[in-house]
């Protein structure tokens, strides 16, 4: 799966979470995220508007994210923060579909460290809508994941 994902400099990380999984609650760890994290800060602090080439893969489960990360980094892709998972589902509220899937998981590989646990987040489209939950590091992939990368475009002058 691929998409452009271009954003304004000045989306709060509540409103971003809010457009990614609307009426859905999320967790406080994901909220923290926000706050804590300076690579979930995102866009807000630049002052032109960023545009990202996203690419989403789905690798086979017994494949290590590590190897991932590193096949990703040969073909000169970058692991995005959370800020960009959001916007890929405040975009595409119907990915699942999309994908021709019923339930679906779009990891950011961007950790983040909140009280000495090396955390991210991920939205999760299923049929009940879409939710946004945060992950650990270690924590254990699925046939629903599917892990983000992307590639800095230029915008016109």
């Not at 923060?81 to 990915?95: E, G, I, K, N, Q």
């Not at 899937?101 to 879409?130: D, F, H, P």
């Amino acid at each position: 799966f691929s998409t452009q994902v271009m954003l304004p400099g000045t989306e709060s990380w509540e409103h971003l979470v809010t457009q990614a999984a609307p009426m859905r609650c999320c967790s406080q760890r994901v909220l923290a995220l926000g706050k804590s994290c300076p690579m979930c800060l995102g866009p807000q602090t630049a002052s032109r508007e960023m545009c990202y080439d996203i690419l989403a893969i789905k690798p086979a489960m017994v494949v290590e994210t590590n190897l991932t990360i590193g096949w990703g980094e040969r073909s000169g892709l970058q692991k995005l923060s959370p800020w960009w998972t959001l916007s890929v589902a405040a975009r595409h509220p119907d990915l699942n579909n999309i994908l021709g899937e019923v339930a679906v998981q779009l990891l950011s590989l961007y950790m983040c460290t909140i009280g000495g646990e090396r955390i991210s987040c991920k939205v999760m489209w299923g049929k009940n809508g879409r939710r946004v939950y945060s992950y650990f590091e270690n924590q254990p992939r699925t046939d629903k994941d599917w892990l983000m990368f992307g590639k800095p475009v230029q915008l016109p002058q």
